[in-house]
């Protein structure tokens, strides 16, 4: 158990280390008048040179992407082009917000995608399944900023019921916390409920199919109840994979959601960043993200094969 | 933006049918879309750019549909030319990482081994970064473009069909045919195409195909925050952007596009379920 | 040169004190201590420094509430005593005397003399502190400090607007110990304004909070105000609307009367009439924008008139001739009405691209007026064989470093704060302006614009801009387009707040909440 665990562990680093240096090979990509875009007016032809030297873009290719590990390795990701603070810093800061919203989105996710799946499954092939399914279709359709935009017309604009924009913590007064919270959750939870729901409903249909076989001469109504029950626990393991997928997913996909509702997260801070043209931060931010990922895929993996040992035996990762 | 495959779909014993609803709508709103796409010069009342400054900010009308934009163009006629610019965008990126994920999955796949470990772990690289961030830098260091955008998009949705065709070549790879056809001499390229790639054409169109629903979206994501379709070219992101700002006095500026992108997407993704489930009911799709 | 300055100072500050304190603040009711008020703006500054603060903008609207400078302005754009409580002015004009008022404190608690004055604007004249404000300030001879409470200023020439450029925030009175202690005001507080610099927050809004021993007895009434950047328009407006911020700035075009009808929100009395002018400029160090015949040729091919009503939704006035508005006493009468396409493809055929040419428009994305305004010539330019490309910059920085060091074809793009038609004019023609974009030369304007300093006669003053105005349309370095209407809007329990068309926020000092 312990070797698996270490062994999955072992993997993700390399991935995360390609991430690093992908990250570093993409910025390599900016055009060079991005500093001059930067600087401005103010440059003067010694205060560029001092911008190459610090960002140290003189030095050859090979080198300035060992300097750049070792900086990462020491956790040191520099300062922004813009604000001229810590990059590390500030993005820890603007962290909480996302997981805030992530959090969110995800238990109404779940709250709303389980029990579709579900019934969807239970009423198979009838109205409701049909339903079930067409409402995840649009859930799944549906483009997120539109979403949003409607949303605020309705509830914070006609009907006042919901703030608009802003932010307030949860451990700061978690009932304003909830009022602000509420229109992004509902935009981004939408559509990772209808993917929830999908997903719960075919596995709840295979373990099903599986295990009916095993019980085809059901006696009665209780014993379905217990199928049911024994089979929903079986199905909902798969589905914790996909849940970790999305959650992974989310936390780097708020960026234009964080923007519409003024969320004062890490995705508007992206976004932001990327308007600018703030390099380290935009680096610094995917490697964040990435980081969260691969861990999430990681715990994700391992609670998946520590609850089905069906899985373990199959050796069917790729 | 999703890039992760379709659940298992278990149906039980569910027929082979092109009788699926999903699929007959699905087929039905792609292929409207393609038409009027193609064909929008003839379709559309007023041209694209046609601006008529008298008449802006109009709502709906006899004169025009969907009512004008805010410099007097006709938002049908807009929301048409657009769905050019979208399944352009859409088809071309998805293409684009169709071919490449397939070459490397088939290749990782075909030779095994320290290759295999080697692309999969790149593809893991590609995974693991956020793929709104990757669009949006890379946009915005290559330039927006409608073909940097391809490129951008393209790039990110390679990964999931490097999956899907190694997962597909790798079941093909161990039937006794495909074994038997090595032993008497037949040569890996010759192999690949008579029989490797029929047999992984199913799982590869269907992602093509849900791989187009998520360009779409990205696309229009990627407009709207003015980083996609510069103006005055439509896109319906564009025109969600420029749109917004009158959401409560004049909210069919909004709805529209928005309902066109839904659309789109929606059709897509309905055609892509129902190949999916027309190709291969029983089949138990990876679960990433 | 007779004192009176004894007599006049105590009554100068509770004229002070009551004019400010009549331009609204009690139309409600008493005023109310305390609170903390939100404002949302559409960028951020880059410095709080005062002597360097780049634009009419944030950069400067928060020196305001922080620093205090010799006099101020009041509503209605005249002048009044601030730190000087009175002054007297030479019969040549080139000599003012002011007698400064007693008991005024820097924040850190040292008490304001004449040599702080003398310091302040000898920083603001010193070409090492960098100031882009500095060419307004260079008829400054002299300036001593014969005793703690005088300053004296001697001009090398009389100028008809000295007062009123003293009133400016890059005329702050600032304390030496901070600056020197760190190496420049960027993020620090060497004021002694009705407000406190607190500082930057991790999220990039600027705090600033109550003075307690400011000079003027009672002000301000806010504990705190946090100045938030909010680029989108929409979310903007939408926060006002929803209470998420008390106060807004920058609300033009659709969004003004969509806010009026909102039962909740307030637009302050007026009609939002601002100092502001919006233009096409064109980069004349490039071709084919050396070439003035192609200028003018656009200029008579825009109907500006169209533009004004697309670009601001109606909420502007358009500029038919020079970048003096309509409304201001110094406007010169329309020079084009609509478009004329027949002059314009004559100046064509006379330029030296007759068949037509192509560039790139840069604009910035958060002003959607522009990016219309931009289409629509596109459209319009193109029976000129004129082929537009449209650039959109996403963020504010990057589009005016590319502008302002010349990397660009064409751009649209206002400039505010203007009060006397100088303001209008100087930065924007004379050689390596503040707004001089454009790379242009003349100096007959230049001759012209040294002129009307000189002179304080109205009616002789609108003769020499008439004269300037008219020269500069013909050339075309840039083609004025409209004068926006640009306000503020807050919810309708923030009280005491004014709209000045100087668009700064110094109605904070005397706005209290109604909670």
Same mark, same amino acid.
């Given at each position: 158990?312990?070797?698996?665990?270490l062994?999955?562990v072992l993997?993700?680093?390399?991935?995360l280390?390609?991430?690093?240096?992908?990250?570093?090979?993409?910025?390599?990509l900016?055009?060079g008048?991005?500093?001059?875009?930067?600087?401005?007016t103010?440059?003067?032809?010694?205060?560029?040179a001092a911008?190459?030297?610090?960002?140290?873009?003189?030095?050859?290719?090979?080198?300035?992407?060992?300097?750049w590990?070792?900086?990462?390795?020491?956790?040191?990701?520099?300062?922004?082009?813009?604000s001229?603070r810590?990059?590390?810093?500030?993005?820890?800061?603007?962290?909480p917000?996302?997981?805030?919203?992530?959090?969110?989105?995800?238990?109404?996710?779940?709250?709303?995608?389980v029990?579709?799946?579900?019934?969807?499954a239970?009423?198979?092939g009838?109205?409701?399944?049909?339903?079930?399914?067409?409402f995840?279709?649009?859930g799944q359709?549906v483009?997120t900023?539109w979403?949003a935009?409607?949303?605020?017309?309705l509830?914070a604009?006609?009907?006042?019921?919901f703030?608009?924009?802003?932010?307030?913590s949860?451990?700061?007064?978690?009932?304003r916390?909830?009022r602000?919270?509420?229109?992004?959750?509902v935009?981004?939870?939408?559509?990772?409920?209808?993917?929830?729901?999908r997903?719960?409903?075919?596995s709840?249909?295979?373990?099903?199919?599986?295990?009916?076989?095993?019980?085809a001469?059901?006696?009665?109504?209780?014993?379905?109840?217990?199928?049911w029950?024994?089979?929903?626990r079986?199905?909902l393991?798969?589905?914790?994979?996909?849940?970790?997928?999305?959650?992974?997913t989310?936390?780097?996909?708020?960026?234009?959601?964080?923007?519409?509702f003024?969320?004062?997260?890490?995705?508007r801070?992206?976004?932001?960043?990327?308007y600018e043209?703030?390099?380290?931060?935009?680096?610094?931010?995917?490697?964040?993200?990435?980081?969260?990922?691969?861990s999430?895929?990681?715990?994700?993996?391992?609670?998946?094969?520590?609850?089905?040992?069906?899985?373990?035996?199959?050796?069917?990762?790729? | 933006?999703?890039r992760?495959?379709?659940?298992p779909?278990?149906?039980?014993?569910?027929r082979?049918?092109?009788?699926?609803p999903?699929?007959?709508?699905?087929?039905?709103?792609?292929?409207?879309m393609?038409?009027?796409?193609l064909?929008?010069?003839?379709?559309?009342?007023?041209?694209?750019r046609?601006?008529?400054?008298?008449?802006?900010?109009?709502?709906?009308?006899?004169?025009?549909?969907?009512?004008?934009?805010?410099?007097?163009?006709?938002?049908?006629?807009?929301?048409?030319?657009?769905?050019?610019?979208?399944?352009?965008?859409g088809i071309g990126?998805?293409?684009?990482?169709? =071919?490449? %994920?397939?070459?490397?999955?088939?290749a *990782?796949?075909? #030779? +095994?081994? $320290?290759?295999?470990? /080697?692309?999969m !772990?790149?593809?893991?690289?590609?995974?693991?970064?956020?793929?709104?961030?990757?669009?949006?830098?890379?946009?915005v260091?290559?330039?927006?473009?409608?073909?940097?955008i391809?490129?951008?998009?393209?790039?990110?949705?390679?990964?999931?069909?490097a999956?899907?065709?190694?997962a597909?070549?790798?079941s =093909?790879k %161990?039937e006794?045919?495909?074994?038997a *056809?090595?032993? #008497? +001499?037949? $040569?890996?390229?010759? /192999?690949?195409? !008579?029989?490797l790639?029929p047999?992984i054409?199913s799982?590869?169109?269907?992602?093509?195909?849900?791989s187009?629903?998520?360009?779409?979206?990205?696309?229009?994501?990627?407009?709207f925050v003015?980083?996609?379709?510069?103006?005055?070219?439509?896109?319906w992101?564009?025109?969600?952007?420029?749109?917004?700002?009158?959401?409560?006095?004049?909210?069919?500026?909004t709805?529209f596009? +928005?309902l066109?992108?839904?659309?789109?997407v929606l059709?897509?993704?309905?055609?892509?379920?129902?190949?999916?489930?027309?190709a291969?009911?029983?089949?138990r799709?990876?679960?990433? | 040169?007779?004192?009176?300055g004894?007599?006049f100072?105590?009554?100068a500050?509770?004229?002070?004190?009551?004019?400010?304190l009549?331009?609204?603040?009690?139309a409600?009711g008493?005023?109310?201590?305390?609170?903390t008020?939100r404002?949302g703006?559409?960028?951020?500054?880059?410095?709080?420094?005062?002597?360097?603060?780049?634009?009419?903008?944030?950069?400067?609207w928060?020196?305001?509430?922080?620093?205090n400078?010799?006099?101020?302005?009041?509503?209605d754009?005249?002048i009044?005593?601030e730190?000087?409580?009175s002054?007297?002015i030479?019969?040549?004009g080139?000599v003012?005397t002011?007698?400064?008022?007693?008991?005024?404190r820097?924040?850190?608690g040292?008490?304001?003399?004449?040599?702080?004055?003398?310091y302040?604007?000898?920083?603001?004249?010193?070409?090492?502190?960098g100031?882009s404000?500095?060419?307004?300030?260079?008829?400054?001879?002299?300036v001593?400090?014969?005793?703690?409470?005088?300053?004296?200023?001697t001009?090398?020439?009389?100028?008809a607007?000295?007062?009123?450029?003293?009133?400016?925030?890059?005329?702050?009175i600032?304390a030496?110990?901070?600056?020197?202690?760190?190496?420049?005001?960027?993020?620090?507080d060497?004021?002694?304004?009705?407000?406190?610099?607190?500082?930057?927050?991790?999220?990039g809004?600027?705090?600033?909070?109550?003075?307690?021993d400011y000079f003027?007895?009672g002000?301000?009434?806010?504990?705190r105000?946090?100045?938030?950047?909010?680029?989108?328009?929409?979310?903007?407006?939408?926060?006002?609307?929803?209470g998420?911020?008390?106060?807004?700035t920058?609300?033009?075009?659709n969004?003004?009367?969509?806010?009026?009808?909102?039962?909740?929100?307030v637009?302050?009395?007026?009609?939002?009439?601002?100092g502001?002018f919006?233009?096409?400029?064109?980069?004349?160090?490039?071709?084919?924008f050396?070439?003035?015949?192609?200028?003018?040729?656009i200029a008579?091919?825009?109907d500006r008139?169209?533009?004004?009503?697309?670009?601001l939704?109606?909420e502007?006035f358009t500029?038919?001739?020079?970048?003096?508005p309509?409304?201001?006493?110094?406007?010169?009468d329309?020079?084009?009405?609509?478009?004329?396409?027949?002059?314009?493809?004559?100046?064509?055929?006379?330029s030296?691209?007759?068949?037509?040419f192509?560039?790139t428009?840069?604009v910035?994305?958060?002003?959607?007026?522009?990016?219309?305004a931009?289409?629509?010539?596109?459209?319009?330019?193109?029976p000129?064989?004129?082929?537009?490309?449209i650039?959109?910059?996403?963020?504010?920085?990057?589009?005016w470093?590319?502008?302002?060091?010349?990397?660009?074809?064409a751009?649209?793009?206002?400039?505010?704060?203007?009060?006397?038609?100088?303001?209008y004019?100087?930065?924007?023609f004379?050689?390596g302006?503040?707004?001089?974009?454009?790379?242009?030369?003349n100096?007959?304007?230049?001759?012209?614009?040294?002129e009307?300093?000189?002179?304080?006669?109205?009616d002789a003053r609108?003769?020499?801009?008439d004269?300037?105005?008219?020269?500069?349309?013909?050339?075309?370095?840039?083609?004025?387009?409209?004068?926006?209407?640009?306000?503020?809007?807050h919810?309708?329990?923030?009280?005491?707040?004014h709209?000045l068309?100087?668009?700064?926020?110094?109605?904070?000092i005397?706005t209290?909440?109604?909670?």
């Amino acid at each position: 158990m312990v070797r698996f665990i270490l062994g999955r562990v072992l993997a993700a680093v390399p991935v995360l280390l390609g991430v690093t240096i992908a990250v570093f090979l993409v910025m390599k990509l900016m055009p060079g008048d991005a500093i001059l875009a930067r600087l401005g007016t103010e440059a003067t032809p010694e205060l560029i040179a001092a911008f190459r030297d610090l960002y140290g873009l003189d030095r050859p290719l090979p080198q300035q992407l060992w300097e750049w590990l070792g900086r990462v390795a020491r956790l040191d990701f520099g300062v922004s082009m813009v604000s001229k603070r810590p990059v590390l810093e500030s993005i820890m800061q603007r962290l909480p917000a996302t997981l805030e919203l992530t959090l969110a989105a995800t238990l109404l996710a779940l709250l709303i995608g389980v029990p579709l799946g579900v019934a969807a499954a239970w009423w198979k092939g009838r109205a409701a399944d049909l339903v079930a399914r067409f409402f995840a279709m649009i859930g799944q359709s549906v483009p997120t900023f539109w979403l949003a935009l409607l949303l605020i017309l309705l509830f914070a604009l006609q009907l006042r019921w919901f703030p608009a924009t802003g932010y307030v913590s949860l451990i700061d007064d978690p009932l304003r916390h909830l009022r602000h919270v509420a229109l992004p959750a509902v935009t981004l939870g939408i559509g990772m409920a209808a993917v929830v729901a999908r997903y719960v409903r075919a596995s709840l249909l295979d373990v099903l199919r599986r295990d009916y076989v095993r019980t085809a001469r059901g006696k009665g109504l209780a014993e379905r109840s217990v199928l049911w029950r024994h089979a929903l626990r079986n199905a909902l393991i798969p589905v914790t994979t996909v849940v970790g997928i999305q959650i992974g997913t989310l936390i780097g996909g708020t960026v234009i959601i964080e923007d519409i509702f003024g969320w004062p997260g890490m995705g508007r801070f992206a976004l932001q960043a990327i308007y600018e043209r703030d390099y380290p931060v935009i680096q610094t931010i995917v490697i964040v993200i990435a980081a969260f990922y691969v861990s999430i895929n990681l715990v994700v993996d391992i609670a998946y094969t520590v609850l089905d040992p069906k899985i373990r035996s199959e050796g069917q990762r790729d | 933006m999703s890039r992760t495959a379709a659940p298992p779909t278990t149906e039980g014993r569910r027929r082979r049918t092109w009788r699926d609803p999903g699929l007959i709508v699905g087929g039905l709103i792609v292929a409207t879309m393609v038409l009027t796409a193609l064909l929008a010069e003839a379709v559309a009342p007023y041209g694209p750019r046609e601006m008529n400054f008298h008449r802006s900010l109009e709502p709906p009308s006899a004169d025009h549909w969907l009512g004008t934009d805010e410099l007097g163009r006709d938002i049908l006629s807009r929301l048409i030319f657009g769905a050019r610019a979208s399944l352009a965008v859409g088809i071309g990126s998805a293409l684009m990482a169709a =071919v490449l %994920g397939t070459s490397i999955g088939v290749a *990782a796949a075909y #030779v +095994g081994g $320290r290759l295999d470990a /080697l692309l999969m !772990r790149v593809m893991d690289v590609f995974f693991a970064f956020p793929a709104i961030l990757l669009a949006l830098t890379l946009v915005v260091v290559l330039g927006t473009s409608q073909r940097n955008i391809i490129l951008a998009l393209g790039i990110i949705y390679m990964p999931q069909f490097a999956r899907v065709a190694r997962a597909s070549t790798l079941s =093909v790879k %161990g039937e006794p045919y495909v074994e038997a *056809a090595r032993a #008497v +001499g037949c $040569r890996d390229l010759r /192999l690949i195409a !008579r029989h490797l790639l029929p047999n992984i054409a199913s799982p590869v169109i269907v992602q093509t195909t849900v791989s187009v629903a998520f360009a779409i979206l990205a696309e229009a994501g990627l407009s709207f925050v003015g980083l996609g379709i510069q103006p005055p070219d439509p896109s319906w992101g564009a025109m969600l952007n420029t749109g917004k700002i009158y959401l409560e006095q004049l909210p069919h500026l909004t709805v529209f596009p +928005g309902l066109f992108i839904m659309l789109a997407v929606l059709g897509f993704n309905l055609l892509g379920d129902g190949l999916r489930d027309l190709a291969d009911p029983q089949s138990r799709g990876r679960a990433r | 040169m007779t004192n009176l300055g004894s007599l006049f100072r105590p009554l100068a500050s509770v004229a002070f004190v009551v004019a400010l304190l009549t331009s609204g603040a009690y139309a409600q009711g008493d005023p109310q201590y305390g609170g903390t008020l939100r404002v949302g703006w559409n960028y951020a500054g880059t410095t709080v420094d005062p002597h360097k603060a780049i634009t009419h903008g944030p950069d400067s609207w928060i020196s305001k509430l922080v620093y205090n400078t010799l006099v101020g302005m009041d509503q209605d754009l005249a002048i009044r005593p601030e730190l000087a409580s009175s002054w007297e002015i030479s019969d040549d004009g080139t000599v003012y005397t002011f007698e400064l008022v007693e008991g005024v404190r820097f924040h850190n608690g040292r008490e304001l003399t004449a040599e702080d004055v003398k310091y302040s604007l000898e920083r603001l004249l010193d070409p090492d502190t960098g100031s882009s404000r500095r060419a307004n300030y260079t008829d400054i001879a002299m300036v001593e400090a014969p005793d703690a409470y005088t300053v004296v200023i001697t001009l090398s020439r009389p100028n008809a607007i000295f007062l009123t450029q003293l009133a400016q925030a890059a005329a702050s009175i600032v304390a030496r110990e901070v600056v020197e202690e760190h190496g420049g005001l960027d993020v620090v507080d060497g004021g002694s304004g009705a407000f406190r610099l607190v500082g930057q927050q991790a999220d990039g809004s600027i705090v600033i909070e109550r003075n307690p021993d400011y000079f003027i007895e009672g002000l301000p009434y806010l504990d705190r105000v946090v100045f938030t950047t909010v680029q989108d328009n929409q979310a903007r407006n939408t926060a006002v609307r929803t209470g998420d911020l008390d106060l807004i700035t920058h609300v033009t075009g659709n969004f003004i009367s969509l806010l009026r009808n909102d039962p909740t929100v307030v637009i302050p009395e007026g009609d939002g009439s601002s100092g502001q002018f919006y233009a096409l400029l064109f980069n004349t160090r490039r071709a084919p924008f050396d070439d003035m015949k192609v200028r003018q040729a656009i200029a008579h091919a825009l109907d500006r008139e169209t533009i004004t009503q697309l670009a601001l939704d109606g909420e502007g006035f358009t500029l038919a001739a020079g970048p003096i508005p309509p409304w201001h006493w110094a406007a010169l009468d329309p020079v084009f009405d609509g478009a004329d396409m027949e002059a314009a493809l004559q100046f064509m055929a006379e330029s030296q691209h007759p068949d037509g040419f192509s560039f790139t428009l840069r604009v910035w994305s958060a002003q959607q007026f522009s990016v219309r305004a931009a289409q629509f010539m596109q459209q319009t330019l193109a029976p000129l064989g004129i082929d537009i490309t449209i650039d959109q910059q996403g963020d504010w920085a990057t589009y005016w470093a590319a502008v302002t060091s010349a990397n660009y074809d064409a751009t649209i793009q206002g400039f505010g704060g203007n009060i006397d038609p100088y303001d209008y004019t100087f930065e924007t023609f004379r050689e390596g302006g503040a707004r001089n974009m454009m790379g242009y030369v003349n100096r007959e304007v230049e001759q012209l614009l040294s002129e009307s300093l000189r002179l304080t006669d109205r009616d002789a003053r609108k003769a020499i801009f008439d004269e300037i105005q008219t020269i500069v349309v013909n050339q075309a370095p840039q083609v004025y387009l409209w004068n926006q209407k640009q306000t503020e809007a807050h919810r309708a329990d923030v009280r005491g707040f004014h709209h000045l068309a100087t668009l700064d926020l110094s109605a904070i000092i005397t706005t209290w909440l109604d909670r």
